[in-house]
C-alpha cells in the first residue's frame, strides 16, 4: 500500500463541470491523486469517463454546502494521502437561476467557499486556488478592469456570492492558509459544455431549426476564452513563488472579445445555414447581465502567459466542439 505521503493529494470541487474536468486531467499527469467532489446538480459523471481507467482519481458525490458532508469528503480525501490544495470550482454556473432564486447562489456558491474553507482549517490543508468571475467587477462599461480596480458593485447574485467568496477567503488567509488564487474567469467555452450563450444557441437550434431566438439585440460584447488557455494560465500561476499570500488575478485573451450577434451568426452557419436569427430588445440579455467589459489582463502576462486562441478564434473552436458534443 502507498504511503499516503509519496503522492500529493488535490481536492477538486465541482469536479463533474466543464473546467473541472479539463483542469483534472492536468493534474493526474503531474502525478497527483485527485478527489473530485460534485453534488450531479450541473456536472456529469460522464464528464469524467475518460478517466475511469486511472486509480487516482476518486470521485465523490457530496454537497459541499452541507457541513456534516463536507468534514466527510475531506475525513475520505485525508486516507488518501496529504492532502496539498483544494482547487474550489463548485458554484451555481447559471446566472439567471439565481437571478429567479438568490438562494440557488447563496448555497451552491457561497456556502460551498464556506465550508471548504472551515474543513481546510480543520485538516491544515494550507493552499487554496478560487474560480472567481469578472461579475464581481459589476457594469463599469468600457474601463479596463484590473485587479487594484474599486469599489466593487456587483450587478447579479452570481457576482455578489463570488465577491463574497473571494471575501471569506481573504480572512481565511490571515487566520489558516498559506496562499489563496483568485482567479477571475472571463467567458469560458470548450466542452464539456453545461451552460453558456454556445449551448444554449445550438441546442434551440435543435428545437427549433428554422429560427435563433436571441436573448437581447445582440449588441454584447465579451471576451471569451477557449478553457485549454483558461487551464494552461491557472496551473502557471499556481506555480509561482513570488506572488502575494492572497492574489486575485485575471486571466483572458488580449483582444475586445465578440459581439453576441456574431457569435449567433456563426453558430447558425454551422448548425443550420437556413435558420432566420430574431434578436431580442436591449442591450442585456438578462438581469445582471453585464452587456460589455474590457479586461486588463496585464498582471499575467507579466509571467510571460498569452492565450493561443484569441476571442474568435476561441469561440469558433467552441462552437464545432459543441455542436459535435450535442449531435448537431
Not at 25 to 40: M, P, S, Y
Not at 264 to 286: C, D, H, L, M, S
Request: net charge negative; hydrophobic share 45%; with cysteine.
Amino acid at each position: 500500500m502507498m504511503n499516503r505521503t509519496e503522492k500529493p493529494v488535490s481536492i477538486v470541487s465541482g469536479g463533474a463541470g466543464f473546467i473541472a474536468t479539463n483542469l483534472i486531467g492536468r493534474l493526474l499527469d503531474e502525478g497527483r491523486t485527485v478527489v473530485a467532489i460534485d453534488n450531479f446538480s450541473r456536472g456529469s459523471r460522464a464528464h469524467l469517463q475518460n478517466f475511469s481507467a486511472n486509480s487516482a482519481l476518486h470521485i465523490v458525490e457530496a454537497d459541499l454546502a452541507d457541513r456534516a458532508q463536507c468534514m466527510k469528503t475531506f475525513e475520505f480525501t485525508n486516507m488518501q494521502g496529504q492532502i496539498g490544495e483544494v482547487w474550489h470550482l463548485a458554484a451555481n454556473s447559471d446566472i439567471p437561476a439565481g437571478v429567479a432564486n438568490p438562494d440557488v447562489d447563496h448555497r451552491d456558491t457561497f456556502l460551498t467557499t464556506f465550508e471548504l474553507l472551515r474543513a481546510m482549517r480543520a485538516f491544515e490543508v494550507r493552499e487554496m486556488h478560487f474560480a472567481s468571475s469578472s461579475a464581481i467587477y459589476g457594469d463599469l462599461g468600457n474601463v479596463a478592469l484590473h485587479e487594484a480596480i474599486g469599489p466593487l458593485f456587483p450587478i447579479s447574485n452570481y457576482g455578489a456570492m463570488k465577491l463574497a467568496s473571494e471575501a471569506q477567503a481573504s480572512a481565511a488567509a490571515e487566520s489558516h492558509l498559506d496562499r489563496v488564487s483568485l482567479f477571475r474567469f472571463p467567458n469560458v467555452v470548450g466542452v464539456p459544455a453545461t451552460h453558456g450563450v454556445i449551448l444554449d444557441f445550438i441546442r434551440k437550434l435543435k428545437l427549433s431549426p428554422e429560427t435563433l431566438q436571441v436573448l437581447g439585440d445582440g449588441s454584447q460584447q465579451k471576451a471569451y476564452l477557449h478553457v485549454s488557455d483558461l487551464v494552461d494560465a491557472m496551473l502557471l500561476v499556481r506555480a509561482q513563488t513570488r506572488f502575494d499570500k492572497v492574489t486575485p488575478i485575471n486571466i483572458g485573451p488580449v483582444d475586445e472579445g465578440v459581439k453576441v450577434r456574431w457569435i449567433a451568426e456563426q453558430v447558425v452557419a454551422r448548425v443550420n445555414p437556413k435558420a432566420r436569427i430574431v434578436f431580442g430588445e436591449g442591450n442585456k440579455g438578462w438581469v445582471g447581465d453585464v452587456p460589455r467589459f474590457h479586461y486588463s489582463t496585464g498582471k499575467i502576462q507579466a509571467l510571460g502567459w498569452s492565450p493561443l486562441l484569441g476571442s474568435e478564434s476561441a469561440v469558433l473552436r467552441a462552437i464545432d466542439e459543441i455542436a459535435t458534443q450535442e449531435g448537431a
